[in-house]
């Protein structure tokens, strides 16, 4: 895909402005399929929402992200939890929101850490590491998990359950991805998911049912 940017024209350009509207809070974009400096700005919006690189140039991962349905979910329609009674290793789970990748040869220690939980034990934080975060935060309230760095290796882990703030949620891609991340909630269109490497961070998002389906959700044995 060649990569848009101020000047370019087009349909592309126009399913672009049609993606931003849909996942940008805010004044919408006119939909004439020019790349001018509104949508460029909306493209570095969105960008710095989902924590791409905010060039304002629409190439491979922000399409990606679009494509996908992914946005960030960082306001206040979408709280976090404030009670660990239920579900004690979400609360963990907050805590650790905004650890992320580095970039070059540095690795983040802290994501060496979750790796460490899984047989893989990766020693860098590019390594896929969702099933490593879910590990983690589970061992950190004395919870074995599945000690696998497969986010499919939760569909059979402790016992089923319905889709509800804390519970394990194993997500299929109509990409071919697999993720598992921590149910914070649902809405008609999103699946609301605090997780690990959403989108190289540990963050809260909304995953598009249009392109994502769930597995399952599963919740610890007791």
């Not at 579900?87 to 790796?115: C, F, K």
């Not at 959403?198 to 809260?204: F, G, K, N, P, S």
């Not at 049912?209 to 959700?217: A, D, F, I, P």
């Amino acid at each position: 895909m060649i990569p848009l940017r101020i000047g370019s024209r087009g349909p592309e350009v126009a399913r672009l402005q049609v993606f931003l509207n849909k996942h940008l809070q805010g004044p919408t974009l006119k939909v004439d399929a020019v790349f001018g400096p509104r949508t460029e700005a909306a493209v570095k919006r969105y960008q710095a929402s989902v924590g791409i690189g905010a060039d304002g140039i629409a190439g491979v991962k922000t399409w990606d992200a679009l494509e996908r349905g992914v946005m960030d979910c960082r306001d206040a329609s979408h709280p976090l939890p404030t009670t660990s009674h239920n579900a004690p290793w979400l609360i963990v789970a907050t805590r650790e929101i905004g650890q992320s990748e580095l970039d070059g040869a540095m690795h983040n220690p802290r994501i060496l850490r979750y790796h460490s939980t899984t047989s893989l034990r990766a020693t860098s934080d590019e390594v896929p590491w969702c099933s490593a975060f879910v590990n983690w935060c589970l061992r950190q309230v004395g919870i074995a998990g599945t000690n696998s760095a497969a986010a499919r290796s939760w569909l059979h882990w402790g016992k089923a359950s319905v889709p509800m703030a804390g519970a394990i949620a194993i997500m299929h891609s109509d990409k071919g991805d697999t993720h598992v991340a921590f149910s914070l909630s649902e809405t008609r269109d999103h699946f609301v998911l605090l997780g690990g490497n959403q989108h190289d961070e540990v963050r809260r998002s909304l995953y598009g049912k249009r392109h994502w389906q769930s597995l399952g959700y599963r919740w610890p044995i007791h």
